[in-house]
């Protein structure tokens, strides 16, 4: 099946740091790419959807200017955390579909903001 | 806006077979997935039901009702490595194209 590979696996950083999470389709072009976070025995929850080559659509509720998403090719992807806090702390997973439709998970990053 | 509803816990035995509920409501329904995540790991694509009925994939069964906006997933045959947290995730059709939401999950303990 198709391969989402996402770097770093975890990262550890201080506070008022930015981060940056990398998301990749290995072995298919992905024209959409999704990022969802995740809190401790929660849900996925989803924060925006990338298309290629435009801006990214994020949910309600979910602060463009701190989660920085970049979709500069058809296997990239990028999430920056800016000004990272304590509270910013989580699991973020990417998502990425091809032309099928199908969507393929990464295997995740874990932040954790000292 | 999108709902989904499926028990919190579950807890069954090794060997007996376990039915997981999962409820929806959302205007845009594509299709209804089902993933299992293991604790710190990343979700995993257990099966995608577009069109009612039952799916069958080894162990695995996974049924969907449109017009009842309802689906369970079947586990059979229980093994100790299934435990984990199992989601429900409906496939919405938005402008633009499709996005998986994903319900709160339920986490599935089985006993020796």
């Known amino acids: 099946g198709a391969v989402v590979s996402q770097h770093p696996s975890r990262v550890i950083c201080k506070s008022g740091t930015s981060v940056k999470i990398e998301c990749r389709s290995l072995d298919f072009q992905a024209t959409t790419m999704f990022w969802y976070r995740q809190f401790p025995k929660k849900s996925l929850m989803l924060m925006a959807t990338s298309n290629e080559g435009s801006k990214a659509t994020y949910e309600q509720g979910v602060e463009k200017d701190k989660f920085l998403i970049n979709h500069a090719s058809l296997t990239l992807s990028t999430l920056t955390v800016t000004s990272a806090h304590p509270e910013d702390s989580s699991f973020y997973i990417c998502?990425?579909?091809?032309?099928?439709?199908?969507?393929?998970f990464g295997p995740g990053t874990r932040l954790t903001v000292t | 806006g999108q709902s989904l509803e499926q028990p919190s816990e579950v807890t069954a035995v090794e060997g007996a077979i376990v039915q997981i509920n999962c409820t929806y409501q959302t205007s845009g329904f594509y299709g209804l997935s089902w993933y299992q995540q293991h604790d710190g790991g990343a979700p995993t694509f257990l099966s995608y039901n577009a069109l009612d009925g039952l799916e069958e994939t080894g162990r695995f069964s996974s049924f969907l009702s449109r017009s009842d906006s309802y689906g369970y997933l079947l586990l059979q045959e229980l093994q100790m490595k299934d435990s984990a947290s199992y989601f429900c995730a409906v496939r919405d059709r938005r402008t633009g194209g499709f996005k998986t939401i994903f319900g709160a999950g339920t986490r599935l303990f089985v006993k020796a």
């Open positions: 998502s990425a579909r091809d032309l099928g439709l199908e969507q393929y």
